[in-house]
């Protein structure tokens, strides 16, 4: 068998970078939410909140550690895998990558040491201006790797002089025409990874009857972050597929799963395809009959493009598009009817205490990260055959690394990351069952070590167990 | 103004830092192997658990530095170093999650104690295996690595990577020498004791072998004999300084003169290279991007280099004097 250099740093990359983008994710959700409980505690002086927040400051530590380990090798790979995407798209996204070190990475590597260790060396107030500026951080970190990435979506502001790329102007390079769409999409994803984490652990709680205040704080305050950015997320959604049809049509062709020029009319809404490439058509299909012409052309018989509008070497891979698109947006739908649900239940006075709901939380708790990689699956293998869009096809980048190499390195990346997978989930697992540590010797300082010992009665009655605090 | 130039010296300040930086947490690490005692080890990962995130992000900084500012290097250079920079990745990584893991688990904790351990220790013995092969020097065919991604493995390099070893050893128990108490500041003085004279004949032989290899670096000798005689002499006064100082009173002297070791020995490599990024092969200027890539980058890094080291000391400053027994409070 002759291996493919192309295909195994293929591999290589869509690997590293989708076991990346989880903790990131995770991150980019967490670091909010511990700067608005933190604030809350400030604030309230609820000893709930700090409870809260040191719960999940540990489980945080552990996949932001995670996150930046995996991270140093993106931007080494760049360059290891695809040496020539690194010559050629090195002017235009190295220095934005460098600003995001510069303004994110040192920031967030200044202020967690501080943020972890330091809440009784810096006080209280500082304190939380350091978890502030870890989450401001993050949103910063987000907004250049999602310029750099739209840049190479959407390329603008550059010019090719004798096989190099030259940047003629940075504001076209930086607001590129799909950024400041798909960034807000983004940071609404990731929060709504981390409200739906969060609210699934607070429902595990709540079923087991263990850490009944923790879990109810924790419920209310995921669902209530849930609510905004699922009505928020539904719209930014439509407004990154509006943009992206008209600068990516390929992409949003394949994600539908249409290969005719005009499908037929009206048009199903595909939910399962077994797409033939080779022979541009699909095999077999599932799919809702006039559900396509009503979303997609908001008409009942309207007619949807497909992949054959785009010549055979320039169309991505359907498959890979059509999934991440049904993974990302199915997972949407289930996360509104969720929030649906919880309004409901909230309005009932039975949010706490519905054990269907609550397990529905808990199967919840990773939909963030599962609905964000299929986003992404959708956004990189959509944008195939070309690495930078319209400008250096992928197979044009690749280093002069022979593929016995790449794929023993594959072999060692798979088996390393395997074990720093085993540990996060262990250790979080570990922590979750272990569950909040309650009254803290830095309650004592704030004068409320009284209160945080004596956790207000509860009169729930769907609680079985007392609490084991 | 010479912009290529500007961008090199801002690459090379984040690499120095990383080096002296990094190089100690890395050296701390390689140390975990040697000691028995799992309170001892506690305080020696304490020591730089707060700060260690900042220290690795210069490395980062450096990568992404010369991938803005010299592409062409970038694309050369890191395919043909694709393994020893792979497997300091990985080691690299393996250090990462050591760090929170080991935390997290009383009876395991030997286990990631040892895998920090071994990540240090392979991380800092690829750094030196790159640094080798960077004197030794690539194939290059215009814009292209054109050797094999094994040219690396020869016995100079490999000196070298033990060299690099040795010297993050010598970091790391001087900042052990500062940062503890005893009986763990006597552990540091016994390794200073043992790895400080070894490291300065590494590198001196070092130096030797590398005239030997590469040509490059005799014409280099030949073209600033007194620069490169000045950073010999200083580095010898240096290294005899430390020796002098471990076990004496002032706690952070070894440390110090360990980083000055380092910052001599880095700008002993600049010299000789200098003007190449692709050494011995491709000056800066001829691997750079176009100025406006330059612009934004230094733009950038004159205006917020002086906020990240100003909010780095003081992250340094919260956590300063001996590390405590307990543990970081939180």
Redesign the interface.
């Known amino acids: 068998m002759t291996l493919d250099p192309t295909l195994l740093a293929r591999i290589q990359f869509g690997f590293t970078v989708s076991f990346h983008i989880i903790f990131p994710t995770i991150s980019i959700g967490l670091a909010m939410f511990l700067a608005i409980v933190e604030g809350l505690w400030l604030k309230t002086r609820d000893p709930l909140y700090l409870q809260i927040y040191r719960f999940w400051l540990g489980i945080f530590a552990m996949g932001f550690g995670v996150g930046v380990v995996t991270g140093i090798v993106l931007s080494f790979e760049f360059g290891l895998g695809f040496a020539r995407f690194g010559q050629i798209a090195g002017p235009a996204i190295g220095p934005m990558i460098a600003l995001e070190v510069l303004t994110s990475f040192f920031l967030e590597a200044g202020f967690l040491g501080i943020m972890l260790f330091g809440l009784n060396r810096v006080g209280p107030r500082l304190h939380f201006l350091a978890t502030c500026m870890v989450a401001l951080g993050t949103l910063l970190s987000a907004s250049w790797i999602l310029s750099a990435n739209s840049w190479m979506q959407t390329p603008d502001g550059v010019t090719m002089e004798n096989g190099h790329l030259v940047v003629t102007d940075w504001l076209k390079v930086i607001v590129n025409p799909s950024w400041l769409y798909r960034l807000p999409h983004m940071l609404a994803a990731a929060y709504l990874t981390g409200s739906f984490l969060v609210a699934g652990v607070g429902a595990w709680y709540l079923l087991r009857g263990e850490h009944v205040d923790f879990g109810r704080r924790t419920v209310s305050l995921g669902m209530a972050f849930a609510t905004v950015l699922i009505a928020c997320q539904v719209f930014i959604g439509d407004l990154v597929y509006g943009r992206m049809l008209q600068y990516q049509p390929a992409k949003m062709q394949a994600a539908e799963g249409f290969w005719e020029e005009q499908s037929q009319s009206p048009a199903p809404y595909y939910w399962i395809i077994v797409p033939d490439q080779a022979n541009q058509k699909n095999l077999f299909t599932i799919g809702t009959p006039y559900l396509g012409s009503i979303w997609l052309t908001h008409s009942l018989d309207g007619r949807v493009e497909g992949l054959k509008n785009t010549p055979r070497d320039r169309q991505p891979i359907m498959g890979w598009v059509f999934y991440g698109f049904r993974v990302m947006y199915g997972i949407a739908i289930l996360m509104f009817g969720v929030v649906v649900a919880s309004l409901w239940l909230h309005w009932q006075g039975r949010l706490f205490t519905s054990r269907w709901f609550l397990r529905t939380l808990v199967v919840m708790t990773p939909s963030g990260v599962v609905a964000t990689l299929g986003g992404w699956y959708l956004a990189e293998t959509g944008r195939q055959p070309w690495v930078i869009y319209n400008i250096l096809r992928t197979n044009d980048a690749v280093s002069p690394v022979p593929a016995q190499v790449l794929l023993s390195t594959l072999i060692a990346f798979v088996c390393i990351y395997a074990l720093f997978m085993a540990g996060f989930l262990i250790f979080t697992g570990r922590a979750i069952r272990k569950g909040p540590r309650v009254a803290t010797d830095h309650a004592e300082s704030t004068g409320s070590l009284k209160h945080a010992l004596k956790p207000a009665v509860l009169d729930d009655p769907g609680r079985n167990r007392p609490v084991t605090e | 103004m010479d912009l290529p130039l500007l961008s090199a010296l801002f690459a090379a300040f984040a690499l120095l830092l990383y080096v002296l930086l990094d190089g100690f947490d890395l050296g701390v690490g390689a140390l975990l192997l040697l000691q028995p005692d799992e309170r001892l080890r506690d305080r020696m990962v304490d020591s730089i658990?707060?700060?260690w995130?900042?220290n690795?992000?210069w490395?980062?900084?450096a990568?992404?530095?010369m991938?803005?500012?010299?592409?062409?290097a970038?694309?050369?250079?890191?395919?043909a170093f694709?393994?020893p920079?792979?497997?300091m990745?990985?080691a690299?990584?393996?250090?990462?999650?050591s760090?929170?893991?080991r935390y997290?688990?009383e009876q395991g904790r030997r286990l990631w104690d040892r895998c920090f351990a071994l990540g240090s220790i392979v991380a800092a013995l690829m750094q030196g295996l790159i640094v080798g092969g960077l004197i030794q020097g690539v194939t290059v065919d215009g814009?292209?690595?054109?050797g094999s991604?094994f040219d690396v493995f020869q016995p100079f390099p490999l000196f070298v990577a033990v060299a690099v070893l040795a010297g993050y050893v010598v970091l790391g128990a001087g900042w052990l020498h500062l940062k503890a108490t005893p009986p763990l500041r006597g552990f540091a003085e016994r390794i200073l004791h043992l790895v400080a004279p070894t490291f300065v004949v590494l590198v001196a032989a070092g130096c030797g072998a590398a005239a030997m290899v590469q040509p490059g670096v005799d014409a280099a000798w030949a073209q600033h004999p007194i620069l490169l005689g000045v950073i010999a002499a200083l580095f010898l006064g240096a290294a005899t300084a430390l020796l002098l100082a471990v076990g004496g009173r002032a706690d952070g002297r070894p440390f110090f003169l360990g980083l000055a070791l380092f910052a001599l020995a880095f700008a002993g490599f600049g010299v000789t290279i200098f003007p190449n990024v692709v050494p011995f092969r491709i000056s800066l200027w001829a691997a750079a991007?176009?100025t406006?890539?330059h612009v934004?980058?230094l733009v950038?890094?004159v205006i917020?280099?002086p906020m990240?080291l100003a909010?780095?000391a003081?992250?340094y400053r919260?956590?300063r004097g001996k590390t405590p027994e307990s543990g970081?409070?939180?």
């Open positions: 658990m707060p700060t995130d900042g690795e992000t490395l980062i900084m990568g992404v530095a991938l803005a500012a010299f592409p062409i970038y694309g050369i250079l890191l395919p694709y393994l920079l792979i497997i990745l990985l690299l990584g393996l250090r990462g999650v760090f929170e893991f997290q688990t814009e292209r690595f054109a991604v991007s176009a406006l890539s934004f980058l950038g890094a917020v280099t990240v909010y780095s003081f992250a919260v956590f970081w409070e939180t």
